[in-house]
């Protein structure tokens, strides 16, 4: 069980920025593919993103593609969520979530299938 943190959160104004970082010193990313979800208030996890193992494959939910980056550094055991251009509707409680892989893929990443969380960050977007 990787024990995952997150970190970046905070307020910030429409069309601002911010960026995320999901780190573990436990153990090796290297056979993960990480994801990024958003939960709000009445409603499930929303997965936003998904990167390969490697980072050579990555996915984009409709509602954050061309503004939101994932990233990942494997020898630092960390994976980023650069986020641009935030729109009011992005507030929510962001999770990094991982899962033990040996295929280097990136799909729409739905909940279920992941078994290691964060505890969350909240961002939110507000003039």
């Known amino acids: 069980q990787l024990e995952l943190v997150e970190s970046g959160g905070g307020l910030v104004q429409p069309g601002g920025s911010l960026t995320l970082s999901c780190v573990t010193s436990e153990e090796s990313l290297n056979h993960y593919t990480m994801a990024w979800f958003r939960q709000v208030p009445g409603k499930g996890r929303e997965g936003l993103s998904s990167?390969?193992?490697?980072?050579?494959?990555?996915y984009y939910a409709d509602s954050v593609k061309g503004r939101f980056t994932i990233s990942r550094d494997n020898a630092e055991n960390t994976v980023y969520l650069q986020m641009n251009s935030l729109i009011p509707e992005d507030t929510g409680v962001y999770y990094c979530?991982?899962?033990?892989?040996?295929?280097?893929?990136?799909?729409?990443?739905?909940?279920?299938?992941?078994?290691?969380w964060g505890q969350g960050t909240q961002v939110t977007v507000s003039s």
């Open positions: 979530a991982g899962v033990w892989t040996l295929i280097e893929d990136a799909t729409a990443p739905l909940s279920y299938e992941y078994d290691n």
């Open positions: 990167i390969s193992p490697r980072g050579v494959n990555t």
